[in-house]
């Protein structure tokens, strides 16, 4: 079925790396923009990049621009973020999510998201 | 960069119709998303394109966007409507997506 599924969420101490992966199945993935969306607990959704079907295109936040790196393979299906320098306040479930159509309106398929918490 | 503003909660009694608002800089001239999302669980689409509904949403569900505020309806609350609700829109300025703050919805 038509899915998102990510992974590489868990422990990391402040300062340190962590890298996400995001593999989407039952669609054709290249042909798709994709997104990381984080929600720190019990706080709302936050938007934090975005990368074309080719990867000629990204962008980030402010609150992580500089630290984090997205980028995919569309041979594998795979999205990923690399998470570098990684603060407290980074702690969250992340998300990825499909961009809807070629303008890439909107977020029309999430996975269920994977924990990240920076703690020392 | 752009801002949206939301209420942190809205009550409604069951059946009721509850309002939702999501403010922003003319945001009237912007295409608005609206996200329903329940605990544990990833947002699901409510409204796309201001006032379109998705396929599978109920018709109790509407959207409306106007001069500086966007809206979205919820008519004849039920139970079930209970969970956060989000707008998003495009930042083309920014080159980036913004989300409101969110909206816990309570129906009681």
């Known amino acids: 079925q038509v899915q998102l599924v990510e992974s590489g969420g868990g422990l990391v101490k402040p300062g340190g790396s962590l890298r996400l992966s995001c593999e989407g199945s039952?669609?054709?993935?290249?042909?798709?923009?994709m997104s990381w969306v984080r929600q720190a607990p019990g706080k709302g959704l936050e938007w934090i990049s975005y990368?074309?079907?080719?990867?000629?295109?990204?962008n980030y936040a402010d609150s992580v621009k500089g630290r984090f790196t997205i980028s995919r393979d569309n041979a594998k299906n795979s999205l990923y973020l690399q998470m570098n320098s990684l603060k407290v306040g980074d702690t969250a479930v992340y998300y990825c999510?499909?961009?809807?159509?070629?303008?890439?309106?909107?977020?029309?398929?999430w996975g269920q998201g994977t924990l990240v918490t920076v703690s020392s | 960069s752009y801002v949206l503003t939301q209420p942190p909660s809205v009550s409604v009694a069951p059946g009721e119709t509850a309002r939702i608002t999501c403010g922003g800089d003319?945001?009237?001239?912007?295409?608005v998303f609206w996200y329903q999302q329940k605990p544990g669980q990833a947002p699901v689409l409510v409204v796309y394109?201001?006032?379109d509904r998705p396929s599978g949403v109920p018709e109790r569900f509407s959207g409306s966007n106007s001069g500086n505020t966007a809206t979205l309806t919820i008519s004849r609350a039920e139970p079930g409507d209970e969970a956060d609700y989000y707008c998003?829109?495009?930042?083309?300025?920014?080159?980036?997506?913004?989300f409101g703050g969110g909206t816990k919805l309570n129906v009681l």
């Open positions: 999510a499909r961009g809807f159509g070629e303008t890439n309106s909107h977020f029309d398929l």
């Open positions: 039952g669609f054709i993935f290249s042909d798709y923009y």
């Open positions: 990368i074309s079907i080719s990867s000629t295109y990204t």
């Open positions: 003319n945001i009237g001239i912007k295409r």
């Open positions: 394109d201001s006032s």
């Open positions: 998003l829109v495009w930042d083309g300025n920014a080159d980036h997506w913004v």
